[in-house]
């Protein structure tokens, strides 16, 4: 049986379609990515799953409990870290960890469960301290320490390393990587591109509220045949429209005043580039060669950058979420 199954699952805020008819399989074990720029519908999927919003449509359930008919079923089958920090700052690390297991009603062996997880986050030096000493890298450990105290099948993960330097980023990325191979099964959002291949299984580009590819992270990658060229130059404008006259040119867009070339033999070709810039009085000012990837996919799809942006629905799910709390 999967872990997670929606059919149709639609969200909408007013004449906002946040969540646009979603279907989706995620099977037990799996590390599964959402990928996508704020504002795509990541955040008000993983809250529908996590039955924090209702559904104006379609189905959905969590290792077998509708999220609807049976949220109970639902949340203690799973474990949340979403992007909102959600600590209390004036109680220390194991403070926070006893606390959420009570909630959770783990009685006889929640001293034991707590050593566990703080170990496995590295933070059993720390356990002692206030979290207000913590820095940002081992808040979001502790968070997740939080969300494993009960032994969820479910991890939610909602943009686990937003805002953390890349050092802390990769520490979290290994402890992401050792909760998949104890077997538990995790949903990570995020729009950071390497994040996603690095770590999933499978990858759901998601826009506007709907998945508009799926699958594992190689075989997106191998939507673009050949190599990604980007040229700066004095007028890329032009130098776009001349270079797509060649039919070794597989697409040519211009983002942020940069050329991105999809070609085929991208070494051999550069000098070719370069030469018929020179033709028409273009000034190549950098060029750049590498493979695609999964953010050039996402640009492929959706004509696009991936980038962070602000607003959108994400924004609305996390207003309605603080309200909640108060």
């Not at 805020?13 to 959402?34: H, M, P, R, T, Y």
Request: glycine share 10%; hydrophobic share 40%.
């Amino acid at each position: 049986m999967p872990a997670i199954v929606t059919d149709g699952l639609t969200k909408k805020f007013g004449e906002l379609c946040a969540v646009d008819g979603v279907s989706i399989k995620i099977n037990k074990g799996e590390l599964f990515g959402l990928l996508g720029p704020n504002g795509a519908g990541k955040t008000t999927l993983i809250s529908m799953l996590c039955t924090m919003l209702k559904p104006t449509g379609g189905y959905g359930e969590v290792s077998g409990h509708d999220i609807v008919l049976d949220p109970d079923g639902v949340r203690n089958s799973i474990g949340i870290v979403f992007q909102d920090p959600s600590l209390d700052e004036q109680l220390t690390g194991r403070e926070n960890l006893d606390f959420h297991g009570r909630l959770y009603r783990i009685k006889h062996q929640r001293k034991e469960r707590i050593e566990e997880v703080l170990n496995l986050v590295e933070l059993s030096d720390r356990a002692d301290s206030l979290v207000k000493t913590y820095s940002g890298g081992m808040r979001r450990r502790l968070e997740m320490a939080r969300g494993l105290m009960h032994h969820p099948e479910v991890l939610f993960l909602d943009e686990p390393t937003l805002g953390l330097d890349p050092q802390t980023r990769w520490h979290i990325w290994e402890y992401i990587k050792e909760l998949k191979v104890k077997g538990v099964t995790i949903i990570l959002t995020t729009h950071y591109m390497d994040e996603a291949d690095y770590l999933c299984d499978r990858v759901a580009i998601i826009d506007h509220g709907r998945i508009i590819a799926l699958d594992t992270p190689e075989r997106l990658k191998g939507l673009m045949a050949g190599d990604v060229i980007t040229i700066e130059a004095s007028d890329t404008e032009k130098l776009t429209e001349v270079l797509k006259e060649w039919d070794w040119v597989e697409e040519a867009k211009i983002l942020d005043g940069v050329l991105k070339l999809n070609v085929r033999y991208g070494e051999a070709q550069i000098p070719k580039i370069i030469e018929i810039a020179n033709k028409n009085g273009i000034t190549v000012d950098s060029v750049g060669l590498r493979k695609p990837t999964l953010e050039d996919i996402f640009i492929h799809l959706t004509g696009r950058s991936i980038r962070a942006e602000k607003g959108g629905a994400g924004e609305r799910v996390r207003a309605i979420m603080r309200s909640m709390r108060r």
